[in-house]
């Protein structure tokens, strides 16, 4: 079976690691998603601190990945793919099926500051 992960991947931590290696311990293969610049912006309310390129080259290095492509959204799970994402992102991916397997970080960065950038603007900020 495919899995299929997609996240914005913007300062990868711990937890980003956490939850591909939960991804890829349900599947046979795993292609990971990364959220381009504006869906990044849409979502968080900021542009990402890194930019995609970089993102994804970063994410084709973690152990377990076997692909990384530009999310491009909808998908939908089947018998043949299974579609993860993490449970801070599960209900601001439109589109997304309720059949998605969210997953959640076992762990959270020590870096205080790196949990402050990581945090999403309050939605009045974001609209």
Request: aromatic share 4%; with cysteine.
């Amino acid at each position: 079976m495919v899995g299929y992960f997609v996240d914005s991947f913007d300062l990868i931590n711990v937890g980003d690691l956490d939850l591909i290696a939960q991804a890829r311990a349900r599947c046979g293969r795993l292609v990971v998603g990364v959220l381009t610049d504006a869906d990044v912006e849409r979502l968080v309310g900021r542009p990402p601190v890194i930019p995609l390129s970089e993102r994804m080259t970063l994410v084709s290095h973690v152990r377990g990945v076997d692909e990384v492509v530009v999310h491009q959204g909808p998908l939908s799970s089947g018998p043949d793919l299974l579609v993860f994402t993490a449970g801070d992102r599960a209900a601001d991916l439109p589109g997304e099926p309720g059949s998605t397997v969210v997953l959640q970080p076992a762990r959270r960065t020590a870096s205080a500051v790196l949990r402050d950038a990581l945090q999403p603007l309050p939605r009045q900020a974001v609209a």
